[in-house]
């Protein structure tokens, strides 16, 4: 749109309601000359007239002496000084304050206007909330185009910011590098730091001369001297409201010096060892994010009284602590967000944990109640028997999203454990809950938002039927169940009915015994430690891990997978992969069903396996594209005169296998890229004849083998021209690489353990520049 429909739309010339206006269609009309083009300075200029009809003003606009003066190129436009200059007296301090903020700055609506409060910008309107005030102020610069949302966000034009700067210049400052340390005005109230590798901390202690700050936005590390630099600022910078910095693990003792401090952020994440008892003493604060941290909260965290919002990734509190006093500094910060650990409940009775009053912390998300008991307050183990009393009266808000209950001796949960008490949760762990055998429902409502379900070290458990089942978890995703050791079955028959669920691991609970799974929407199935399922269909599953000592053979013909791309095995005592432990199948028979999308399969630390061959078939794995086999010690037969046969094979890694007779060969496809062969047995008969011919290798490996005892040079010059990276361990009867020249365009190359390798000096000598180093070690 041209500049003058831009004008005219925004100041409404031309439209229904101007025509009842014809002095302003005039004067608009006078202006419009003035505005050289400029499409931000119409848009601008064009708003803040509709907002103000009146004819004298326009008139004041039409005749200001701001159109006379004389413009250089860099100067700010007239239409945009005089936009800002009849902003109302309560927008312009906000919109210059925003020139401590480096250009193209993505601004959040909510947070700069908490900051303008902070910084005493927003006058209070009656009952409504001020930081509800500071958003229409924002909204009313939104709407003259001093901000405009990008990507939900806002950002002002250069041209704005520049004007920002002019008229802050003496307020506001952004500190790029050490030579604007200078700079600096002596009067400025609000500094900005950008991260810079052109100066360190020791240079930020400077500050402190800056005696009438009021803002400092440091994004330039604290490093190791944190805690140094911020007591020297709440030594000597006693005027600060707004405090935002990147890093630090320990506050000051002194910060209780910031009596005036109204915000607080913390924007990396951190773990804040300490928090000082004076930190409490900060009664002005009303806004504190930690949003990546985590922290254990002081006793009087509750003498906090002006503290409206609370953000962090975890907070810690110890509600034993100064017997119960940590759970009631809490009672009135019911604008806590984000994580909120309380420990040690077991401590506490009935009354003090009901002065918590949880339920009323509605901007909660997520919530650890851990019913431990600590032994060393003297409380005689029968006083667990309270933990169903104290947990009743913790009810979480409504809107909490992630519950934790962890320690909790209850044989049953408390009432408020029901969807419609929770109808946001979406994640529920339960952690060494000793007390429960089952977790029961009595309601016939469903957790319709609950994803993801975590049961760990719940020694008792014996049955989760009433649970597991789509009438209760309908949107499931993911399910985990670790050392949950009498458990017996879980009920995969109902799994067909969680049409979500896309992840389930089970993990040493021993006593499960798996009969039949069946999913559509599975993609991902762990089992560590607690037995194998007879029979697996899962038209879905991609990812499968199996990692038991007690499984001694796998049935492949009972697994229906066609859509598995990843296959990982672990089993001590496998010493069978095919139909039967008693029973050898051959690639004919056609007992095993083919892995049409298998691309990856890892088989490790099999320690009684003998044989792979009926599994690394082409018909098997048609679309295999890395097989890594390692630490199986008696391994002895593997089809390796079949892999120049897999034609998408691009990755191949033997080691740790000592046992492995090479009798059939070993043939390798021409397109392979990565090739490993390390203590696995003897492999001079084929090295380096299998190294002919592969034009792609990227990276080889070879080592642990005695009878290697030469590698032509025309192995590197005619086959591999892709190679970067040659590791050559432990061949001791090596003696001939090829000579330095050979090796000069690989990148890495690692030789040790071959004490007769000759001509050492001359290939260190004579090694490429851009080769990386050369090992060599007796």
């Not at 454990?417 to 979406?426: A, Y």
């Not at 390390?678 to 080889?700: A, R, W």
């Amino acid at each position: 749109m041209a500049p003058s429909g831009n004008f005219s739309n925004y100041a409404c010339l031309g439209s229904e309601d101007s025509s009842n206006h014809p002095d302003l269609e005039r004067i608009g009309e006078s202006i419009l000359p003035k505005l050289k083009g400029s499409p931000l300075a119409a848009i601008t200029l064009g708003r803040m007239l509709k907002a103000i009809p009146e004819v004298s003003r326009w008139n004041s606009i039409l005749e200001s002496e701001l159109w006379a003066w004389k413009q250089k190129e860099t100067d700010i436009l007239p239409a945009l000084r005089l936009s800002y200059i009849y902003l109302p007296f309560y927008l312009k301090p906000c919109f210059a304050f925003c020139a401590l903020y480096p250009k193209d700055y993505k601004f959040e609506k909510a947070k700069l206007a908490e900051i303008w409060v902070a910084e005493g910008f927003v006058e209070p309107q009656g009952g409504v909330p001020i930081q509800d005030v500071g958003c229409q102020y924002f909204e009313d610069l939104v709407a003259q185009s001093f901000f405009q949302e990008v990507n939900g966000g806002y950002v002002i034009h250069d041209l704005l910011h520049d004007m920002a700067q002019m008229v802050s210049k003496h307020d506001c400052f952004i500190l790029r590098n050490k030579s604007d340390f200078d700079k600096v005005p002596q009067n400025v109230r609000h500094l900005y730091v950008l991260p810079s590798s052109d100066f360190d901390e020791s240079n930020l202690p400077s500050l402190c001369k800056y005696t009438k700050l009021r803002t400092l936005i440091c994004k330039k590390s604290l490093g190791r001297n944190a805690c140094i630099v911020m007591g020297r600022w709440c030594t000597e910078l006693l005027h600060m409201r707004v405090m935002s910095y990147a890093f630090t693990d320990m506050l000051p003792d002194n910060i209780g010096n910031w009596k005036n401090l109204r915000y607080l952020e913390i924007s990396r994440p951190c773990y804040l060892k300490k928090i000082p008892s004076t930190f409490c003493w900060l009664y002005n604060m009303q806004i504190f994010y930690a949003k990546k941290c985590q922290m254990e909260m002081p006793g009087d965290f509750g003498k906090l009284i002006s503290l409206q919002k609370f953000e962090s990734n975890g907070l810690t509190l110890d509600s034993a602590n100064k017997g119960g006093n940590g759970v009631r500094s809490i009672k009135n910060l019911n604008q806590i967000r984000g994580y909120l650990v309380i420990n040690n409940l077991g401590a506490l009775s009935k009354d003090q944990a009901a002065e918590a009053e949880l339920k009323n912390k509605e901007y909660l998300d997520r919530l650890t109640l851990n019913m431990h008991m600590p032994r060393v307050l003297g409380y005689p183990l029968s006083h667990t028997i309270q933990n169903r009393e104290v947990l009743e009266v913790l009810q979480p808000p409504i809107s909490l999203k992630f519950l934790v209950l962890e320690n909790y001796g209850g044989s049953s949960l408390p009432s408020w454990f029901q969807p419609q008490n929770l109808p946001s949760l979406e994640s529920l762990t339960f952690v060494r809950c000793d007390g429960l055998n089952s977790i029961n429902l009595n309601e016939i409502l469903a957790f319709l938002s609950l994803t993801d379900l975590t049961i760990e070290w719940c020694k008792n458990i014996s049955s989760l039927e009433d649970l597991l089942h789509q009438g209760y978890v309908p949107s499931i995703k993911k399910i985990g169940i670790r050392n949950c050791k009498i458990l017996p079955s879980i009920p995969t028959e109902k799994f067909r009915d969680l049409q979500f669920l896309e992840d389930l691991w089970i993990s040493e609970c021993p006593n499960i015994r798996l009969q039949r799974l069946v999913s559509q929407s599975l993609k991902k199935l762990g089992l560590w430690g607690s037995g194998l399922f007879c029979n697996i269909d899962c038209c879905s599953l991609t990812e499968f891990t199996v990692s038991c000592k007690s499984i001694t053979y796998i049935q492949l013909q009972t697994w229906s997978l066609p859509a598995l791309q990843s296959l990982e095995i672990s089993c001590g005592s496998l010493t069978c992969i095919g139909d039967s432990p008693n029973s050898s199948i051959s690639a004919g028979t056609g007992s095993i069903r083919a892995f049409s999308s298998l691309k990856v399969i890892a088989i490790s630390r099999c320690a009684k396996l003998p044989t792979l061959d009926d599994l690394l078939t082409q018909e098997y794995l048609p679309a295999i594209e890395k097989i890594e086999i390692s630490y199986c010690l008696k391994l002895k037969s593997l089809p390796a005169e079949r892999f120049g046969s897999f034609p998408y094979l691009k990755h191949l890694k033997i080691y740790s296998c000592p046992s492995l007779e090479w009798q059939r060969g070993l043939v390798l496809p021409t397109y392979l890229q990565s090739l490993c062969l390390m203590e696995c047995g003897d492999i001079s008969p084929y090295v380096p004849g299998c190294l002919q011919n592969l034009t792609s290798l990227v990276s080889l490996e070879i080592g642990g083998c005695n009878g290697i005892t030469s590698i032509p040079s025309n192995i590197w010059y005619n086959n591999h021209v892709s190679l970067q990276k040659l590791v050559i361990e432990n061949c001791p009867g090596l003696v001939s690489i090829g000579g330095a020249e050979a090796l000069a365009n690989i990148k890495e190359v690692k030789i040790c353990g071959c004490p007769n390798l000759a001509n050492e000096e001359q290939i260190n000598r004579r090694s490429g520049p851009s080769t990386r180093r050369i090992w060599r070690t007796r």
